[in-house]
């Protein structure tokens, strides 16, 4: 199959890239390079830079490359910015994405695989949350995802597009081999910024909140091995290919969750020494408890990840923020 992966410089377009080229398949990226890298794309892999705003350059990549399938990876996604800044959030990621579909209803009516995100759950009493819990996203970013979700069924519905959604829980991890890994320009992320303060570039890490109803009182996360989250995409959009699926959502986690204080334990024994934690006040926004039923994507998709073990997925982490202690590019 070709294909062609829009956000393939970012993090996990990037490993899904890797994983595509793996399984035999031929793949061009298509990337504004806002946050991603030149660097994570593999050699051999065009890559075109263009910008989903830019309506007549994704219609331009859609007929100079010919896909069979197109994945979109592209979008902004720090919750907090999109609460500070909404136009960006909708412009970027919603219309962006209504771009994207417009250009393959008039060009090519390809099978697309879309990212969107647990956030569109929101605050839920399922658990694990099943894809049929209510949607109510409480963030701007939840909320662009789920705008795109409807735009990508509408446009299946009124024109046949072929999709699969893929509803993400905490990605984390880096490819073994530590060539590429999470390098966000804004660091929010649990593992991450564990990774950081162990390599000293931060004093120490703050627990935000010790009062959730949960057994050790911090907050429990799914957390999903960027690489098994690679291999969903490719199982997704070899589902569509062979025309086993039309039109499908699903949870990608692994249905178990792990506290903050869990993470932060098993990142110490990885490291060797114990981090510097305090105590601080909740983070506006966080639900106690997140964790996927994904018995759905199990069952039809056939997803088995290999990367179940906490230490080995956050040793995955480690070997690549120590290798690269600033990134893409220093180091
Ligand atoms: N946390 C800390 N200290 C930190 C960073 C995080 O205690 O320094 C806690 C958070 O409060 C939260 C947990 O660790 O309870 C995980 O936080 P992350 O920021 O790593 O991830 P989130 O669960 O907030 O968000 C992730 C993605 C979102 C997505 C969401 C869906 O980043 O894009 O999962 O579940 F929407």
Known sequence: MKLLV???AGYIGSHTVRQLRGAGHEVAVFDNLVSGHAEAVPGGVELIRGDLLDAASIRAALEAQQPDAVIHFAALIEVGESMREPEKYYRNNVVGS???LAALK???????VFSSTAAVYGTTDAVPIPEDAPLRPESVYGESKLM???MIRAFHAAHGLPY???RYFNVCGAAPGGEIGEAHKSKTHLIELACLTA?????KMMIFGDDYPTPD??????????????????????????????????????GRGFSVREVLGAVDEVVGTPLRRELAPRRAGDPPRLVADPSRIQAELGFSPRFTDLREIVQTAWDWHRGHPHGFGEG
Do not use: F
């Open 6 to 8: 829009v956000g393939g």
């Open 199 to 203: 390599l000293g570039q931060r004093e």
């Open 148 to 150: 795109t979700e409807n």
């Open 217 to 254: 009182g911090t907050c429990i996360r799914d957390y999903v091995h960027v690489q098994d989250l690679a291999d969903a995409h490719v199982l997704a959009v070899e589902a569509l290919h062979a025309g086993r699926t039309q039109a499908a959502t699903y949870n990608v986690g692994l």
């Open 164 to 166: 699969v959604i893929l």
């Open 106 to 112: 008039d060009t090519r009516p390809v099978p697309l």
């Open 98 to 100: 209504l771009n994207l």
